[in-house]
């Protein structure tokens, strides 16, 4: 789906669920041990991050071009 035709509530609905994964993800790496298991967990909270800052940004462009 293009982006374009997002909406400003499909991308909140997005985000939440970002903001979720974030959540569970960083449960999971306090419970992990090892090494490999904490690089992948940073691995996995680094890509939900930029992935939440790119809607919110999105999310922020479509708010100021519907006012």
């Known amino acids: 789906m293009s982006e374009i035709l997002l909406t400003i509530p499909e991308l909140d609905r ?37 992935e939440l800052e790119r809607l919110t940004k999105l999310r922020d462009e479509l708010s100021r071009n519907q006012s």
């Open 14 to 50: 997005r985000m939440a669920i970002i903001r979720e994964n974030l959540r569970e993800l960083i449960e999971q790496a306090t419970a992990y041990s090892g090494a490999a298991d904490e690089e992948r967990a940073s691995e996995r909270i680094a890509e939900q991050e930029e």
